[in-house]
């Protein structure tokens, strides 16, 4: 499966069942982060998956929101919370 068909599926999962129970994880040692900031070796949960639209409606991104249960590393990437990508368009 490529990216897409990944993102397709667990959004079909997401829509038809909203309490199911989507994880993910990073491979490496857990004293080490990636790029983004993100903890290597560790779980995550997906809370959801989502697309962003544009102004006129076309999808501009595809979107996981993923909770760490540590709740002490941070992703630093595109669209992490403080990101200026998150216009007020895009928060509504």
Excluded: C
Excluded at 3 to 10: G, P, S, Y
């Amino acid at each position: 499966q490529n990216e897409t068909d990944t993102w397709n599926m667990l959004k079909a999962y997401d829509e038809a069942h909203g309490s199911y129970l989507l994880g993910a994880a990073t491979v490496g040692s857990d004293t080490s982060r990636n790029s983004f900031g993100v903890a290597n070796g560790h779980a995550f949960t997906i809370l959801s998956v989502f697309s962003l639209r544009d102004k006129f409606g076309a999808e501009e991104y595809q979107l996981y929101m993923i909770r760490n249960p540590w709740s002490n590393t941070y992703y630093s990437g595109d669209f992490h919370y403080r990101d200026s990508k998150w216009t007020d368009h895009r928060k509504s």
